[in-house]
T-cell receptor, first 115, second 115 residues
């Protein structure tokens, strides 16, 4: 069965600290896609990244970086020098192995950045 | 431009009312989605339209009725809702290529309260 596990329900860090959000997934597919979304208090889900299972290079975008480890089925997300505006719920998601128009969300990690 | 718009932002309705939620995108996407999100939970897929045809209905009660009048518009008609239907309703769209899982881009959502 497919599954996305975000074991950290809630994390609080002080501004300027680095923080890593964990995502572990299960799938039988050999080709699959992984996503991260940010949901600030306003409610909109903001797309952050989409990663193909064949591309194991780590990705960096400004203060955001992603570490894809196929061997451990993990796709972790790190925010460097966190800011108050990073406070949000972050969802990791996995493409459904039966349908290409479905994604499976993890339960989300609520991140609080304290000033 | 990766914008999906939704109206209204907030909606309060009684259990006997009929109302509609509207979603619009002008990215040329051919797949559109309705999700329901309860507090502190991930989004739950309700419906998917692909090339203006309903392709997924996740066993949603008939008091929710989707409609896709054209490739840019998606409506969700609401009738005889229950208080437990109160939630954030999110619309999303993707290119809908049909052979891989594309990124879904989300709108800001409609916060629905059923009294």
């Amino acid at each position: 069965a497919q599954k996305v596990t975000q074991a950290q329900t809630e994390i609080s860090v002080v501004e300027k600290e680095d923080v890593t959000l964990d995502c572990v997934y299960e799938t039988r597919d050999t080709t699959y896609y992984l996503f991260w979304y940010k949901q600030p208090p306003s409610g909109e889900l903001v797309f952050l990244i989409r990663r193909n299972s064949f591309d194991e290079q780590n990705e960096i975008s400004g203060r955001y970086s992603w570490n894809f480890q196929k061997s451990t089925s993990s796709f972790n997300f790190t925010i460097t020098a966190s800011q108050v505006v990073d406070s949000a719920v972050y969802f990791c998601a996995l493409s459904d192995q039966e349908r290409d128009d479905k994604i499976i969300f993890g339960k989300g990690t609520r991140l609080h950045i304290l000033p | 431009d990766t914008e999906v718009t939704q109206t209204p932002k907030h909606l309060v309705m009684g259990m006997t009312n009929k109302k509609s939620l509207k979603c619009e995108q002008h990215m040329g996407h051919r797949a559109m989605y309705w999700y329901k999100q309860k507090a502190k939970k991930p989004p739950e897929l309700m419906f998917v339209y692909s090339y203006e045809k309903l392709s997924i209905n996740e066993s949603v009660p008939s008091r929710f009725s989707p409609e896709c009048p054209n490739s840019s518009l998606l409506n969700l008609h609401l009738h005889a809702l229950q208080p437990e239907d109160s939630a954030l309703y999110l619309c999303a769209s993707s290119t809908g290529t049909g052979y891989r899982t594309d990124t879904q881009y989300f709108g800001p959502g409609t916060r629905l309260t059923v009294l």
